[in-house]
């Protein structure tokens, strides 16, 4: 039986090109192709006239773009955020957003449908877990931010001016935060292939530089993170500084408790040079005491880091509330003693609840 057809975002510009050969074409052709797509932002195979047409029939035949559709959008009323839930092909639907301070463009995108988590504070970890996503639904969502900043040009003529001039007609995705719905390190080999993809330089070309990785703290996964190169920046979702507080918060403490997280974190940094940005969600009466921020202090003494801290996002299945202001300003006066950086994050886009409640900014 045939093969269903190749999602072409799942592609690594190599494989696009290996295919061209085993197709018995020039890899030039696909080389075209592929920047049509990601510096074009054309997949209108019509408009792809500098394709020769046996080629284009043939990669017509066996290659697909899965984009994902717009099930609901919403622009927060400052202006700054959109969120879209886009759809799957399962009718399954998930979380991107477009963010837009100082600036900067960021997409954060999701990793999976649901979470096997289980945070007790988040959107995402109340669902459950339905499935990983695949790594060409990962980069179909940088695709679908890249497009709402293009002004999403498909017709043939657009195309045609975009491809004379790929950069010079809109604002570029330069940030990248993998903070949406799901655990990246939990779909490990699919979210590494996307962020190749999206970090190929004659595609889109994120720099590593600008994209985060936050995890919930899957051990073997930062092991394996520190033993590969892979430049860009790690978040540690942290939330409690002793094992029995962070565990009545983050069941999967459980499985990797506190002390193994942290020998992990330092092999990290170790290994790469590299610091890592510990995320803490800020949660009223519960691990915003100036006590815990001592024990923060002492856990993280040391270390090169600095702690994020995000003020929570009420959630329907958590009753905790949001820290305030001058609270977490002590917070951060008691981190700066151990000199330790920290930022707070800005809660805009919360009348959408933006990034499945957990809107948070990588910010370098
Ligand atoms: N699974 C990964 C990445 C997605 S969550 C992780 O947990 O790190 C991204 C960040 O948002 C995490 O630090 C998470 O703890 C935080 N977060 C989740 N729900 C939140 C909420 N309701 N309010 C504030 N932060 C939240
Ligand atoms: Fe999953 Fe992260 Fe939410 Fe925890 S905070 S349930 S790891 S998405």
Redesign the pocket.
Same mark, same amino acid.
């Given at each position: 039986m045939e093969p269903a057809l190749h999602n072409f975002y799942d592609l690594t510009r190599d494989e696009l090109l290996a295919l061209a050969s085993r197709w018995g074409f020039p890899p030039v052709h696909a080389a075209r192709l592929w920047s049509y797509v990601y510096l074009a932002g054309v997949e209108d195979w019509a408009a792809m006239d500098e394709l020769p047409a046996r080629y284009r029939a043939k990669a017509e035949g066996e290659l697909q773009f899965r984009r994902l559709g717009t099930a609901h959008e919403t622009h927060s009323s400052d202006g700054f955020t959109r969120k879209y839930l886009l759809a799957l092909p399962d009718a399954a639907r998930i979380e991107t957003v477009l963010m837009r301070y100082t600036g900067r463009v960021t997409a954060c995108i999701s %990793?999976q449908v649901g979470?096997a $988590?289980g945070?007790v504070?988040?959107?995402?970890?109340q669902m459950g877990f339905m499935r990983h996503l695949t790594a060409g639904e990962i980069v179909a969502q940088a695709m679908h931010v890249d497009a709402v900043l293009r002004g999403t040009q498909h017709t043939a003529a657009l195309a045609q001016a975009a491809a004379a001039s790929p950069h010079a007609r809109h604002e570029r995705l330069r940030n990248l935060v993998? $903070?949406? $719905?799901?655990?990246?390190l939990?779909n490990y080999d699919a979210v590494m292939r996307a962020i190749d993809i999206l970090r190929d330089p004659n595609g889109l070309a994120l720099a590593a530089k600008r994209i985060t990785? %936050?995890?919930?703290?899957v051990v073997p996964g930062i092991m394996r993170l520190a033993d590969e190169a892979r430049p860009f920046h790690l978040?540690? %979702?942290l939330?409690g500084a002793t094992q029995a507080e962070r565990a009545t918060l983050?069941p999967v403490a459980k499985k990797w408790p506190l002390d193994e997280l942290m020998d992990a974190c330092r092999y990290y940094i170790g290994k790469q040079q590299r610091r890592i940005f510990y995320?803490?969600?800020l949660i009223e009466g519960k691990n915003d005491t100036v006590e815990t921020a001592h024990a923060v202090g002492q856990l993280l003494r040391g270390q090169l880091a600095q702690v994020?801290l995000?003020?929570?996002?009420?959630?329907p299945g958590?009753a905790g509330e949001?820290t305030g202001r001058e609270a977490a300003k002590q917070f951060q006066a008691v981190l700066a003693d151990y000199g330790l950086p920290s930022t707070v994050r800005q809660r805009r886009g919360i009348d959408i609840a933006a990034?499945?409640?957990?809107?948070?900014v990588a910010r370098r």
């Open positions: %990793s979470c $988590m945070c504070f988040c959107a995402t970890g993998l $903070m949406g $719905m799901g655990e990246p939990h990785l %936050s995890t919930v703290g978040a540690v %979702s939330h983050v995320e803490w969600t994020n995000i003020p929570l996002n009420p959630t958590y949001p990034g499945c409640g957990q809107l948070a």
